[in-house]
């Protein structure tokens, strides 16, 4: 059976650069693997890139979609776990973006030999108030309109989220790509993968942890708080936390320079 | 073990684009996949591309060189296979320059599944002259010579062969890059690499080929002549030659607009 080859199809999967270790580049919500394009020259240079899209993502083969599967983020998993298995993937640098650290830590709890380290940019383990003590910064009302929006109005409701998620104040060019990458999606894909994104708690899994974690934190997130930031390097086993001065949930397109140095200097 | 993550790195395997097909596109003597770079803009758009480096050229890992397995045309087929193995490859369209034409040959002999068409850009079975009737433009005591500059005089080699190969009134930058290709590999595992190119007569094989074969014949070509791609497409028993007004033996490189379309045409 052609498992790799039809995993690498499905998942759109790239591999780039060349060097021992091997860094696997997870997408978030509403993007794909061309976000990470600011990062890469300085990274292949020094890794092995891995870069994929998820199933319903990018350019990703939408036959496999699977409206029960990817209805949870342990679906998203298997995509990860997937390629892993599809490349032999062993102590691979997992690097997740949003909601893609969630996926990552599932994925790297089910496999630990796949993983050596897990590197998160704005991460969040849960986006709910859930009360007393932890806030995640959504009421679920709040994030229960948002998905609403979605049916009444998407590209509305693309343009409200693509500023707020990349930080108003950063370039127009940045703000427009995600817009345009939301509209790109289909709909019932996307509303798919923000009720399991926004509607999840995964805080739990946190203190099972079984690699040691690097955060980077923006220190003005509208999706992820430096309070939540705060909770994981708390939960986490092994974790360190890098506070970015900046504005935004996308440090690895707006400030991928120091993303990269960081992460060198983490790495080695 | 991890085979997939292993051969990858060893053979610095890339992955790019998306497409129900795959192309495997391998590199002729004393290049590197980078070779390709002219061609890889239209050709991601539509495909899934595969590239690699041969152990012992551009940034494979150099561990795994073996003087004996790389002495001979199946050394390096077997990179190839291994790859395609590697990857689950099925019905991939090979795509080789030069010496690697033959590589593909071989390989797709040996594990007929993993092919389904053979692209050939300046291919030549045997670049020897043989008595009586074949003429593939070079008498061995001049191919002897040209191997014992390597020892004597290696950059006077490279600066001599790169003009004759990529066609000495092409630009200048092109010509350097292949002279500088040639200087940066090591000089006894471009000598064996040689060896192996210039001194064998794969033409036996060309009546075994199992698959449909596309000749990219350049009207100049001081390495591989009209005569030896007239003789091919009598040989193989399915195959079409193009032939491209053009100097040089990189069509590749010199003329990848004109190589991108008729292959395209040819596969779709």
């Given amino acids: 059976m052609p498992f790799a080859n039809?995993?690498?199809?499905?998942?759109?999967?790239?591999?780039?650069g060349s060097g021992e270790k091997?860094?696997?580049?997870?997408?978030?919500?509403g993007c794909d693997q061309n976000m990470w394009r600011f990062m890469l020259p300085a990274l292949t240079a020094q890794y092995k890139v891995v870069l994929f899209d998820y199933v319903g993502s990018g350019h990703s083969e939408i036959a496999h979609y699977d409206q029960v599967r990817?209805?949870?983020?342990?679906?998203?998993?298997?995509?990860?776990?997937d390629i892993c298995e599809a490349l032999d993937l062993q102590d691979v640098i997992f690097v997740g973006h949003s909601v893609s650290s969630t996926i990552g830590l599932i994925a790297s709890i089910q496999?630990?030999?796949?993983?050596s380290q897990l590197i998160m940019i704005c991460p969040s383990?849960?986006?709910?108030?859930?009360?007393p003590d932890y806030m995640g910064g959504f009421e679920k009302s709040d994030l229960e309109e948002l998905?609403?929006?979605?049916?009444?109005?998407?590209?509305?409701w693309a343009?409200?989220?693509?500023?707020?998620?990349?930080?108003?104040n950063n370039s127009e060019k940045l703000v427009g790509e995600l817009s345009g990458s939301f509209c790109s999606t289909d709909p019932l894909i996307a509303k798919t993968f923000a009720k399991a994104t926004f509607f999840s708690d995964y805080r739990h899994l946190l203190k099972e942890a079984k690699h040691p974690v690097l955060i980077?934190?923006?220190?003005?997130?509208?999706?992820?708080?430096?309070?939540?930031?705060?909770y994981m390097l708390k939960q986490l086993p092994e974790a360190e936390l890098q506070l970015i001065k900046a504005e935004g949930h996308c440090l690895h397109m707006t400030h991928p320079d120091i993303i990269n140095q960081a992460l060198r200097a983490y790495i080695d």
């Fill in 6 to 16: 039809e995993i690498i199809k499905r998942n759109n999967v790239t591999i780039l």
């Fill in 22 to 29: 091997t860094l696997l580049l997870a997408h978030g919500f």
């Fill in 70 to 81: 990817y209805s949870s983020l342990e679906g998203y998993a298997q995509d990860v776990l």
């Fill in 111 to 115: 496999k630990p030999n796949a993983f």
């Fill in 125 to 131: 383990p849960c986006f709910l108030n859930v009360k």
């Fill in 147 to 156: 998905i609403d929006l979605m049916d009444k109005n998407y590209i509305g």
């Fill in 159 to 168: 343009n409200y989220l693509a500023p707020l998620v990349m930080g108003a």
């Fill in 216 to 230: 980077f934190q923006s220190s003005q997130d509208a999706l992820a708080s430096t309070e939540v930031g705060d």
